[in-house]
């Protein structure tokens, strides 16, 4: 069903009768975006664990992973509310709580303001101030800068990459208490690699972001040339920058190997989607950027080089 933002603050039935149909639970999931979450929370996970010195402080690295969570779960859920009319206008995104009439606008603005909130108040008490600063502008960019510019320019890609590549330098900065150019090493892996993923799923649903009114480069570039290209030169980008937790001594040879791998077949399902542009080559390059990722971090967390 689609419905704008007014109707369904006027339809509290409509909500009961479809909570009823799905539990709470799973609603509630698909409104923080549990599995984007649970992303975000492992990125985290990685960059606390590589910035941390000496023992582990399970303490301190469980706050920041619970607090960086509610912070991650508010944005979801903000940004819901915002696109709620234009994701109801896609069918990939109409069956999400709001449009889909399981939750009512002022709900979703309770659970997401007050999970955003308390996440920042959570990471300046518990973690630090420079965390808790960053987990704003995370939200703030994400909220205030992406998701607008997703309805004006096809740039919204690489600007929504910048929030979106926070949670590592979160993680580092929660272990160390400052930022060093190793926690931005893991910030600038993260930024290119949501390149390709979002341009593969942008050329797989170009048709439908069309219709919704978001201004995704494959919507703008017709031919795909851009796109293609795009995908290949930022995973190229990719490959470099995966070698600097290496450079930088944070990690050994066996990861150096693995991120060379791992590099190397991702880089060839960009050249073949390149070559091809076809929505298979783009689901293939698709599968193949989430089974990169938390293979790579993997690798730095088996690698890492303990320093004392």
């Known amino acids: 069903m689609k419905a704008s933002t007014q109707t369904l603050a006027a339809t509290p039935a409509l909500e009961k009768s479809s909570v009823s149909a799905k539990s709470f639970g799973s609603v509630l999931s698909e409104l923080v975006k549990l599995r984007l979450t649970v992303l975000v929370l492992l990125t985290t996970l990685v960059g606390f664990y590589l910035g941390a010195r000496g ?6 690295m469980i706050n920041a992973v619970v607090a960086t969570a509610l912070v991650a779960a508010g944005a979801a859920a903000l940004n819901q509310l915002l696109e709620a009319e234009h994701d109801a206008k896609m069918r990939r995104t109409e069956d ?4 889909s009439g399981r939750m009512t606008p002022q709900t979703v603005l309770l659970i997401g303001a007050a999970s955003s909130a308390g996440g920042l108040i959570y990471l300046a008490f518990a973690v630090n101030l420079l965390t808790a600063m960053l ?31 926070l949670p590592p330098l979160m993680g580092w900065t929660a272990a160390r208490g400052d930022i060093s150019v190793e926690g931005w090493s893991l910030f600038v892996i993260l930024f290119f690699w949501q390149l390709p993923h979002f341009l593969a799923i942008a050329w797989i649903y ?12 494959p919507v703008v570039d ?17 490959l470099g ?20 791998m791992l590099g190397l077949v991702f880089l060839w399902c960009a050249f073949q989607f390149k070559r091809e542009l076809t929505v298979k080559r783009a689901r293939q390059l698709f ?11 993997g690798l730095m967390v088996m690698d890492k080089i303990k320093h004392y």
């Open 206 to 217: 170009r048709e439908e972001y069309a219709k919704a009114g978001f201004v995704m480069l």
């Open 135 to 165: 987990g704003a502008a995370t939200l703030c960019s994400y909220l205030f800068v992406y998701t607008p510019l997703k309805r004006v320019t096809s740039l919204n890609t690489a600007i929504g990459a910048i929030p979106g590549a």
């Open 55 to 60: 023992p582990m402080n399970y303490a301190l």
């Open 96 to 99: 999400r709580p709001l449009p």
């Open 287 to 297: 599968y193949v950027s989430i089974l990169y990722l938390p293979l790579l971090l």
């Open 241 to 260: 920058v995966s070698l600097s937790p290496f450079a930088f001594k944070l990690v050994g040879p066996i990861y150096l190997a693995g991120a060379l």
């Open 222 to 238: 017709e031919t795909g040339e851009r796109t293609g290209r795009q995908a290949l030169s930022h995973t190229m980008g990719l």
